[in-house]
């Protein structure tokens, strides 16, 4: 199953592709890691004006859904409470990266920072070098993913592989470490009534 | 000169085209009266996801461009600190508009609710109701625009062509009440150094 992901941003948005194991595919059949495809930072000027800046980003995210047609793109999820200054164009570069793939048809799903860092690191509120380790482990990448944006979208990508196979994968003993805490927070999170789902954000908006 | 005027929104989203006088053209040349084109609101349905629901206002913001082809595009300005709950998918809305317009190389302006009001009522602090009159008696249009959405976007294109004629239209005995309001409010933010123009958004953002 390829996956896409994407850490929205407007002068450095990371994007990355993997296969993942097919969804519904138990774990125990062929190799439940993914592999890597592509990662890499799209970049607009600061300097240039606002507008141009976002066609240019969405020119962009529309090229590497058309060039890599992943099954599903994940988008790290945006507050509006935290990064006043830069959240409004994080939010419209999110946007930019779900209408490119819904109007293709393709699925879209968000997870936050703390549930991806959780997924391939353990811990929710790991530094972003440990991310960066972590990923270039689970994927076997030659060296680090940089810059981190790129490592970002990665573990995006890892992290809704891993949800997708936690539902069939419960025999443990094929579970990484990292993805025995997933689990377990998983099951944490299901316990406080958190659900962590696709598209909520646009529930409640006008 | 053909201006759009847009008011984002996810579930309603204002949109209007007027024609203005040129701009440079003196106002004493021809009428510097606006002149009614066009104005809708744009809807997505609340219980279809976030995703689809901004490629369907992309895909109808882009038809609107398409369609009427406007010399500039005006969007309300959003600001991060007020209707938390709506203002990501009011900024994504808006973002998808300034796109629109960009990547047909079409320029885009964007002012603030307060300064499209006092251009058109003489107050920043206007209800919506005096908008929707003034929008009526400025455009000579036989009833009240409704909903007030395609009001607003009404007189956002209206509050531009003023600005764009206030520049050389300095003859004050050709201007209306609320343009001689508008042109001193404009010289009175001018002198506390308050700067309203274009893309300003993006200068500050990442």
Redesign the interface.
């Known amino acids: 199953m390829r996956i896409m992901g994407i850490d929205p941003?407007?002068?450095?948005c990371g994007i990355a592709v993997i296969e993942g194991p097919k969804a519904g595919l138990p774990g125990s059949i062929g190799s439940p890691k993914p592999t890597f495809v592509a990662a890499d930072v799209l970049r607009t000027h600061?300097n240039?004006?606002?507008?141009?800046?976002?066609?240019e980003m969405?020119?962009q995210l529309n090229e590497w859904v058309e060039r890599y047609r992943p099954e599903i793109l994940l988008v790290e999820r945006?507050f509006?409470?935290h990064n006043?200054?830069?959240?409004?164009?994080?939010?419209?570069?999110?946007?930019?990266a779900?209408?490119a793939?819904?109007?293709r048809g393709i699925?879209?799903g968000q997870h936050t920072p703390s549930e991806v860092k959780a997924a391939v690191t353990g811990y929710g509120d790991a530094p972003k070098e440990q991310v960066q380790h972590m990923v270039q482990r689970i994927l076997a990448l030659p060296k680090l993913s940089q810059p981190a944006d790129a490592a970002d979208a990665l573990a995006l990508a890892i992290c809704h592989s891993w949800r997708q196979g936690s539902a069939v994968a419960t025999d443990t003993s094929i579970q990484t470490t990292a993805q025995q805490r997933w689990a377990a927070a998983e099951r944490a999170a299901r316990r406080t009534g958190y659900r962590a789902g696709?598209?909520?954000?646009?529930?409640?908006?006008?």
């Open positions: 941003g407007l002068t450095r600061p240039k004006d606002l507008e141009f800046r976002l066609a969405s020119a945006v509006a409470q006043v200054s830069t959240v409004m164009t994080t939010a419209q570069v999110a946007g930019l779900m209408v793939a819904a109007s699925p879209v696709r598209g909520r954000m646009g529930k409640k908006s006008s």
